[in-house]
């Protein structure tokens, strides 16, 4: 079981960067996947998850308008379209399968992580 997260790197504020959680070794469809971030000094926070089974989306009010989630069952992939970032979008960014169907933002509900890429947005 294992999440594969990549499509970091370094942009410039106003750019876009789309990142990649590849899943392998599990039911893909069954599972709910989240991305979480987190900055140094800070706690992790969920940013968006894309549920499974059905299809419902969850954004943090931050990045609303901006970023777009989406996932590709036939690949197992789940993307996330970073767009107009900013400086305080810069963290380590994860994803993580849920526990169980549907969408939370809390931590805990989440069973298997990825290892994370860096996203640093220079003003």
């Known amino acids: 079981v294992q999440l594969q997260a990549s499509g970091g790197g370094l942009v410039q504020a106003g750019g876009s960067l789309r990142l990649s959680c590849a899943a392998s070794g599990f039911s893909f469809d069954d599972h709910s996947i989240g991305w979480f971030r987190q900055a140094p000094g800070k706690e992790r926070e969920a940013v968006s998850c894309?549920?499974?089974?059905?299809?419902?989306?969850f954004y943090v009010e931050s990045v609303k308008g901006r970023f777009t989630i989406s996932r590709d069952n036939a690949k197992n992939t789940v993307y996330l379209q970073m767009n107009s970032l900013k400086p305080e979008d810069s963290a380590i960014y994860y994803c993580?399968?849920?526990?169980?169907?549907?969408?939370?933002?809390?931590?805990?509900?989440?069973?298997?992580w990825g290892q994370g890429t860096q996203v640093t947005v220079s003003s």
């Open positions: 894309f549920s499974s089974p059905g299809i419902s989306v």
């Open positions: 993580a399968r849920r526990v169980y169907a549907g969408c939370s933002s809390a931590i805990e509900m989440y069973d298997v």
